[in-house]
């Protein structure tokens, strides 16, 4: 079997990162390739969703299955996260995120979300949140 | 009440455990039930297709983790919206709720479980509960439908789909 590759990137990349699935086909991880303009259009969504989230951190790695991935960190005021909104909040923010990003689409990365109340960062104090 | 309820209450009353300084190993152990509380909702509804009732446990030992997740991930349309329970207005909806809740619910039960270096917080596992839960409803809403059964078997890794006639 033949394997396609898509073309190597252009632009400032010192190499392109190709990553083999577990279902064998290989996809082109863009967001490893280029972290800094992934950052950017990170920046961009989280301006997007405005007094939302208060800030988005997160990490690019693989998942528990070897695919190629990003861990979001989401922080959100608290207001956002009560008992009754809790679900409906996380969820408008991840699909926002996955709407404008495209983490698989446009970057070859599976969207994975976490999600924290700012008064929780406070008082947990995790610099990986900050 | 069965065994995929109880894990998922069970998970729920771990996750409040400790007022309101929340220990790590029960957050920890609140995300994982809640994970294997839709997975063995999802096994026992595919099982329960089988008519010796005395086999089933053994056949639900078939499934694989890396499998079902793979079948979740290709269930179409799987990265776009999850309207509301309410606005889920078709079984693809609802579908589409509880494979990408598998998905992520999977995720975060390896990092709960295994990275010991991750923290977490109370209201970051209710969200991840409160989804799971979320998943249930559309299950329910959704689990004699055609869809929902042949994602039960596709859940089982068949290396290609069935082609419709």
Redesign the interface.
Known sequence: MELMLPPAPMGNAAFAWYSLKRDNTVVYTRAFSYPREFADAVKKVEQKLGDQVIRIRYSLDYDSTGDPAVHFRIVMPDSSLTKGKLLENTRHVSFVIEQELKPEELWGVNPYFRFRSESEQEKMQEPIWA | MAFADELLDLARRIAALDGENPQQASLRRAISTAYYALFHLVIGEATANWSQSELRPLLGRVFEH?KM??AC?RVSGV?S??P?FEKRLTPEDHLRAVAKTF??A???R??ADYDVAL?W????V??QI??VA?AFRSWIAIRDQPDAQEFLVLLLGPKQRRRPA
Request: charged share 35%; proline share 4%; hydrophobic share 10%.
């Open positions: 890396g997740k793979q991930s990265q919206e999850i509301p998905i992520q999977q995720e975060q390896e990092n923290q917080s109370r209201q970051d209710e969200a409160e989804s979320d």
